[in-house]
């Protein structure tokens, strides 16, 4: 079985433990990504968000080829509890269908792929899981974080590569200047 994990966040610059059998490759999907989800660090991270606009999200093939094996992979990466098998989506899968799993059959069958596996955890606002911030409620977050934390939420949204232009990001250029760095890239 060859499957592909989607990423569009700290997994491009910190996949380990996943072991993967490629490089990040630009061409994947076109979904809907923003920087939505409160992070456990404290970073504004990026994450699938029903009714913003779809931007192309970057894959890599796993060297396992075993669909379970590859679920894991991301679950431990991600941290995810055991108690939430709902925050690793993949396709095709059996159990249930999720939103986005028709489009990202039909790309992944333009790629040879057998099976896509991608961090399927929603939108976190406030403490509210589900919950997505606009655009103006997600500068406010940023804006009023502690300075290490802040500094550490800067980098994140640095290191995102440019090509996932979202509204949030143009927000957070406009008003705190956090362009991509070269260096972080």
């Known amino acids: 079985m060859r499957i592909a994990c989607l990423a569009w966040g700290s997994l491009l610059w910190k996949p380990e433990p996943l072991v993967l059998s490629s490089g990040w490759m630009a061409d994947g999907p076109l979904l809907p990504i923003e920087f939505s989800r409160e992070s456990d660090g404290g970073e504004l991270a990026t994450a699938l968000s029903p009714a913003v606009c779809d931007v192309q999200v970057f894959w890599a093939r796993f060297e396992t080829t075993d669909l379970a094996v590859a679920r894991e992979q991301l679950r431990v990466r991600e941290k995810i509890p055991l108690a939430r098998p709902d ?24 790629r040879d792929l057998d099976a896509v596996v ?43 590569p440019p090509s996932l232009k979202t509204a949030c990001r143009v927000a957070f250029e406009e008003r705190f200047g956090w362009t991509p760095r070269a260096d972080d890239a």
Do not use: K
């Open 87 to 110: 925050g690793v989506g993949s396709a095709p899968n059996n159990a249930r269908s999720g939103p986005f799993d028709a489009r990202i059959l039909q790309w992944s069958a333009t």
């Open 118 to 160: 991608w961090t399927a955890l929603p939108p976190r606002s406030q403490g509210s899981e589900g919950r997505m911030p606009d655009v103006d409620a997600a500068c406010a977050y940023l804006d009023g974080l502690p300075p290490d934390v802040r500094a550490h939420a800067e980098a994140y949204v640095r290191r995102v």
